[in-house]
């Protein structure tokens, strides 16, 4: 037996793939703003005590995160590690050594609050941009 395609059916398909791409889109470019939002505001209150309110960092102890190679060259999970879980040891950042700790975002911030700062500093002062997800908070927080 023979099947024929129905072109009206096909084009309906179509059409109506096509609507949900965009039906999302506002969505998404909503959530990215809420989350910048949210983000700017855990960085001023935590964040930028080191890293300061421009992203320059402090001289050679705190490092830069304005225009970072670091952060343009490492994975996203691994910047999310280093939020969520700490970092230490020697790190270059824009051709300058930094030797020190980073501790872990504290406990009283959530894993949405860890999204948000991570997804606003992507996404300012020159850096390559993206979105972090609460999942991929979890995930992270998982492999510690």
Known sequence: MKTTVNPLRSLCTALFAVTMIFATMPVM???????????????????????????????????????????????????????VNGLNG?????????NGVMVALPKNYTDEDAAAAITYVLNSWGNPGGVVSVAEVKAARKKK
């Not at 020697?90 to 930094?98: A, L, W």
């Open 90 to 98: 020697e790190i270059t950042v824009n051709g300058k050594k930094f």
């Open 29 to 83: 470019a909503q959530d990215k703003a809420a989350l910048m939002k949210k983000g700017e505001t855990v960085y001023k209150s935590y964040c930028q005590t080191c890293h300061q309110a421009n992203g320059q960092g402090l001289s050679t102890v705190y490092p830069p995160l304005a225009a970072s190679d670091y952060i343009k060259s490492k994975p996203k999970k691994e910047i999310i590690s280093s939020v």
